[in-house]
């Protein structure tokens, strides 16, 4: 479920999709949620049409789920925003890494996974499993904590912010996304509730300007699933552009510098562009090949020396549905 435009007091509550969404969704925070509950407001028609019962249950959850009071307190849902993701169940945003009592580490409100925490077998599979192979899967499913929604493969009131690899596995599999233990990528972040937009192939490589594009979709506080080389260099027999691993890139540093999650470690990275910046990378300097990609792994940023050799050769831009 996702929505398109506003919905409540101010939004445009067109098309009727959208309010019969966010209907829906007070709902089922109705049931799961106490305090929202006491609140006094019963359940809604969903009829698709945006009256005071639908605005009102929707300043209800601002006051007693959000804690909002004052001119905050809008009736209002806007796509991707706060109220949005409290009743979709996305992980609520987080300025740095910090425990969570009953779940995984979170940073900027992404869940951090690390892949060799998990044992089951990837689809149908019977001899490769997350741990092993599950880099991709685990990227999306990261991605998904924040900006997912549920599709009709996801089990019955999982909210997004309780994703976990064995979980996401599942819907993938029931989704039919799998090709062998590898995924059909743009289809796994469909069934995830996200769009995904692929960047670059073996046989299109990136361009600098690429950079501008991975910029811009950054500062829409949205993700980008990256496919990164380290294995090999075309030197030593295998081309540069084939790709090893997926990391999930968040964020853009003031010093010029890319956040990004690696869940082969279950760590923060950061990776540097070519342009005016300094890449300190363990095989940017080797051969020429070797800087055909676009985002480079910093040496001694994340912990570990393969993200040393982190050469990013293809991306994809996520968004909500």
């Excluded at 949205?222 to 294995?231: E, G, L, Q, T």
Aim: proline letters at 5%; a positive charge; charged letters at 20%.
């Amino acid at each position: 479920m996702s929505i398109q435009n506003p919905v409540g007091r101010y939004g445009l509550n067109k098309p009727s999709s959208d309010v019969g969404v966010i209907q829906s969704l007070i709902n089922s925070n109705l049931d799961a949620n106490a305090a929202f509950k006491a609140s006094g407001i019963g359940k809604l028609t969903v009829d698709r049409s945006c009256g005071p019962r639908t605005i009102a249950a929707i300043e209800a959850f601002q006051k007693t789920v959000l804690k909002w009071s004052g001119p905050s307190v809008d009736g209002t849902v806007n796509p991707g925003r706060a109220t949005w993701k409290a009743l979709n169940g996305n992980v609520p945003d987080s300025s740095s890494i910090k425990p969570q009592p009953t779940g995984p580490l979170t940073v900027s409100g992404f869940s951090v996974f690390k892949q060799g925490n998990y044992k089951d077998k990837l689809g149908s599979q019977a001899e490769k499993s997350i741990a092993g192979y599950g880099c991709a899967l685990c990227t999306l499913a990261m991605a998904a904590t924040l900006i997912g929604s549920r599709t009709k493969h996801w089990p019955e009131n999982l909210a997004p912010k309780d994703l976990t690899p064995p979980i996401a596995n599942r819907i993938l599999a029931s989704a039919g996304v799998f090709s062998g233990y590898s995924l059909v990528m743009d289809k796994a972040a469909n069934a995830l509730g996200m769009d995904y937009d692929g960047v670059g192939s073996a046989a299109n490589q990136l361009k600098p300007e690429y950079i501008d594009a991975i910029d811009w979709h950054l500062s829409t506080k949205n993700p980008i699933a990256c496919h990164v080389d380290f294995k090999a260099s075309k030197k030593e027999g295998v081309a540069s552009s084939e790709g090893d691993h997926w990391i999930l890139l968040i964020g853009r540093s003031g010093d010029g510098t890319y956040s990004a999650i690696d869940p082969a470690y279950g760590t923060v990275m950061k990776l540097a562009s070519n342009r005016n910046q300094t890449v300190n990378n363990a095989r940017y300097a080797e051969t020429a090949e070797d800087r055909n990609g676009i985002l480079f792994g910093y040496k001694g940023s994340g912990g570990a020396a393969d993200q040393e050799k982190y050469i990013v050769v293809r991306f994809a831009l996520l968004a909500p549905a």
